[in-house]
């Protein structure tokens, strides 16, 4: 198959080395790849860079566009896509490294997917903006512009990115900025972890990656444990040394839908007071009818919503409602008499 790389770049000198590079171990017919990178003025050496790579890629074609501004990243998209013919566009950015045999992993799904199937995403490794997948067809609701094949047809069809956007630098260096910082304070924070950890806990989650790529489902501490010689103790302490340390100020959002802070759900030290209150509740709650008792118990006790409860009892939502409001009520009348 053919493919048109489209590459928006802006003072992105930094990146190019390890990306043209990428481009150059690639095991695939490098005739039916053509590189269109778009500039958008530059003050740095990133033109001057691409136009040397140019000279000696050994890609099918490798053109670059000087835009004479900035016009953004969806114009800069669809500047690129006019510029090519190839049945696929590939909207790939400059921050990133392909793996050699990618361009056949996409031949393979392309032609294994379905007519309607427009979007093919590279998944993006070690770390990638967090949504759901498919575990068994890997289809997902959303695709994000930073590694995606696009069938032309379809990219013309919606009339490509929409420039009425006026999306501006700030809308890539404040997600950038952020991501920076949460790097700084996981790799350099207060908290330190061992190099020899971190790699470890790379490995590890490029396991579990691969194994739920593989069998659909996630694999067991204990299927990690033996993957990497190590006990299921020191798996789980590994595995949570790559973890964001958070903060007990910080907002967390639970399953009924209210934002509270995690200190919030420390137990505090009882006081006499709080053990009697406790003890009134438990009777309370050993009175109520065992489907009254099992509401309560789920709702409070197990964190679940209200639809969670009604399918899980069999009736409807509003029915949990009504019955949970009857409950409370009866508990305000008998516990502040």
């Known amino acids: 198959m053919k493919y048109d790389i489209i590459t928006v770049t802006y003072n992105s000198s930094r990146w190019l080395e390890k990306y043209f590079a990428a481009f150059e171990k690639l095991d695939y017919n490098k005739d039916d790849i053509r590189l269109v990178i778009v500039d958008n003025s530059s003050q740095d050496e990133t033109v001057a860079k691409c136009r040397e790579y140019a000279a000696i890629s050994t890609l099918g074609e490798v053109k670059v566009i000087e ?18 013919n190839s049945p696929f566009v590939f909207l790939l950015n400059v921050d990133t490294e392909i793996y050699s045999d990618a361009f056949t992993q996409i031949d393979r799904y392309i032609e294994n997917a379905a007519e309607d199937a427009v979007a093919f995403e590279m998944r993006q490794l070690p770390v990638e903006m967090g949504k759901h997948y498919d575990p ?62 971190k ?46 340390p958070l903060s007990l100020q910080g907002g967390a959002d639970f399953k009924d839908g209210k934002e509270r802070e995690l200190i919030e759900m420390l137990p505090a030290k009882d006081d006499q007071e709080e053990w009697l209150d406790k003890m009134l509740l438990h009777g309370a709650i050993e009175a109520l009818s065992e489907r009254d008792r099992k509401v309560i118990i789920l709702r409070y006790f197990r964190d679940m919503t209200q639809s969670e409860v009604a399918e899980k009892i069999g009736v409807s939502q509003v029915q949990i409602s009504r019955i949970e409001s009857r409950i409370i009520k009866e508990f305000r009348t008998k516990l502040s008499g």
């Open 67 to 84: 835009s004479g501004g900035n016009i953004g990243f969806g114009a800069g998209n669809n500047l690129g896509v006019k510029n090519c």
């Open 136 to 197: 068994v067809t890997l289809e997902t609701s959303w695709a994000s512009g930073a590694a995606v094949v696009i069938r032309r047809t379809a990219y013309e069809a919606i009339g490509g990115f929409d420039e009425r956007f006026g999306v501006k630098f700030s809308t890539y260096a404040v997600p950038m900025i952020a991501g920076e910082i949460k790097r700084f304070m996981r790799d350099d924070g207060s908290v330190k972890v061992s190099r020899a950890m």
């Open 199 to 244: 790699q470890t806990a790379k490995e590890m989650n490029g396991f579990i990656e691969e194994y739920v790529i593989k069998h659909g489902t996630q694999p067991s501490i204990t299927a990690i444990a033996k993957q990497f010689g190590v006990d299921e103790t020191e798996t789980v302490f590994i595995l949570g040394s790559s973890k964001m």
